[in-house]
């Protein structure tokens, strides 16, 4: 095995630590990514998810702990990581089209070049014929296409996604899932996906992380191995599936009973 593309470290993060109220978000989190990898990362509300890949994002900083990618320690944002946030962040001044070539104009990539991958990820996330509309213009799932897209053309080798697709319908959903992994298959990229759906978590990835209520630690990992040749409906059927997801929803489901323990006493 090689070096790690990302590694966690006695990760901790507390909001607030000079005023009345300080939030343990996170507390001593450790884990190890390899390259190419396709991690879920699930838990309770509140347990720190985002906050972990926002850190890794390099948006914020730990309170203890560190984050290296590479083999260097990272304390900004870099164009090696992509972030797909929880909520549609699209510019709703900009088309579809101006919305997936901003970050590639930052870049300073020439206007060929930035011609040939806006369409290319249009045409990848399904999104020919929406070029010229706004987002407003635009249904919860194209958004989320156009922000997948927008984050995809950059090429980041890292792709953090946080429940990119928690608000859309479940069909819509789906046919997003298979183009992850289509497009997952094609460029290798070093994948952390945050959800809420253990069926999400275990249909996508190859290693799930269950994190604890908060203060959010790492509870367990399990390794998913699902011939993904096969088609949606033979995976999903399949004993390793239905054997996997029981594993997670296990561990899942009594991190959630404590979360509401919590909350209720
Ligand atoms: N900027 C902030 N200031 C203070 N507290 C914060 C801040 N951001 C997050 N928190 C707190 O840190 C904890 C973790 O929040 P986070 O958003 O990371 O959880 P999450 O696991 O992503 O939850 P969800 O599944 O609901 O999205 C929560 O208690 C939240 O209230
Ligand atoms: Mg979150």
Known sequence: MGRSKISVRGLSKVFNPLKGNPVVALENVNFDVEEGEFI?????????KSTLLY???GFIQPTKGEIIVDGRRINSPGPDRG??????????WLTVEGNIKYGLEEKGL???EIDEK????????GLEGFE???????SGGMKQRVAIARTL????EILLMDEPFGALDAQTRELLQEELLRIWEETRKTVLFVTHSVDEAVYLSQRVIIMTCRPGRVKNTVNVRL????????????????????KVWVDVREEVMKHYCIVEG
């Open 227 to 246: 011939d993904k040749t096969l088609s949606r409906e033979d995976v999903i059927t399949s004993r390793e599936f239905v054997e996997t997801r029981h």
């Open 153 to 156: 053309a950059y090429e980041p």
């Open 55 to 57: 850190m890794i994002a």
């Open 40 to 48: 879920a990362i699930v838990g309770p509300s509140g347990c720190g």
């Open 83 to 92: 972030i797909v946030f929880q909520e549609y962040a699209l510019f709703p």
């Open 132 to 138: 010229h509309k706004y987002p407003k213009e635009l």
């Open 110 to 112: 020439d206007q060929d």
């Open 118 to 125: 806006v369409s290319k990820y249009i045409r990848l996330m």
